[in-house]
């Protein structure tokens, strides 16, 4: 990309010359051009990285504190994705939503704070483009250890509710027992963070797909746009740069075992985004249990 600024600087110079018009105007040219294409290349290195890796992404609130957390949250799982999947997720990517193209990402993680400002109109198309394209975003209000339901009245769960009514969000429901995320990689019955509160919602199942085993969704490979809950997984998952854990979770041992099915969550979470609805597929299971000579 550089090199073919440069050789476009050079063709525009070559052609004033030519024409015999002032250098003046053609170092006018010259700077507009090094200014605009310094940017796209940026822009361009950015998405180059994004296609070409797996990058989780987190919506940044413009609170530091949360930001930095949020950012933490998702070393620490690219961590466990590394070391217990084949995913190994590069440096995690905080996403401005008026500024940055959030297409380029499967998955953003969004901790929800009441002091956040409302997203913009621009944003908000992005969001609607993102939910309807295979996108899935993790809404976090992060008070399950206050609330009993999901906007039960607390702030960060009237924010949500202030946003998400700008959003094509399906109908929703609490997550069945048959659901993809509960066996995408691990056996899970909870979805535990750093708290454990009331159900997490994903999109509800139509009527005529209430079968076990049955995808939820026809589109995006039958992944559920939107995952609404309040166990503050960012803060179960964080690691400081020496790979220590940053905020207690529970107490003693019963702690550490919370913290473990937090990080078994955020495993089949992101197995789910990448792989879909494989593992409710059940059309293939004959042959394959043919081809084990059983």
Do not use: C
């Not at 913009?120 to 209000?141: C, E, H, P, Q, W």
């Amino acid at each position: 990309l550089s090199a073919a600024v440069v050789m476009l600087i050079i063709d525009v110079l070559a052609t004033l010359g030519v024409s015999g018009l002032l250098m003046a105007r053609a170092s006018v040219v010259m700077l507009a051009l090094l200014i605009g294409g310094q940017a796209d290349a940026q822009d361009d290195a950015r998405a180059i990285e994004a296609a070409n890796n797996t990058v989780l992404a987190y919506i940044l609130t413009g609170d530091d504190r949360l930001d930095r957390t949020s950012r933490a949250g998702l070393i620490g799982l690219s961590a466990e994705l590394t070391r217990r999947t084949a995913i190994e997720p590069i440096a995690p990517v905080g996403v401005n939503l008026d500024r940055d193209e959030i297409s380029l990402y499967p998955f953003l993680y969004w901790p929800i704070s009441d002091a956040q400002t409302a997203p913009s109109d621009v944003a908000i198309g992005k969001l609607n483009r993102f939910i309807r394209t295979g996108g899935m975003i993790l809404f976090d209000t992060r008070d399950a250890n206050v609330s009993g339901t999901i906007g039960g009245g607390t702030k960060n769960g009237r924010k949500l509710q202030e946003i998400a009514a700008r959003l094509d969000i399906p109908q929703l429901e609490p997550v069945p027992q048959d659901h993809v995320l509960t066996r995408s990689f691990y056996l899970l019955r909870d979805f535990p963070g750093r708290h454990m509160g009331p159900p997490v919602w994903v999109e509800a199942a139509p009527p005529e797909q209430l079968q076990d085993g049955m995808p939820f969704r026809n589109l995006n490979d039958g992944v559920t746009p939107v995952l609404i809950g309040g166990n503050d997984w960012a803060s179960a998952w964080a690691i400081d740069d020496r790979g220590r854990y940053m905020f207690p979770v529970g107490r003693g041992q019963q702690g550490e075992l919370q913290r473990e099915y937090a990080q078994r969550f955020g495993v089949n979470l992101i197995m789910y985004v990448m792989t879909g609805n494989y593992k409710s597929d059940q059309v293939h299971i004959p042959s394959l249990l043919e081809r084990l000579g059983q």
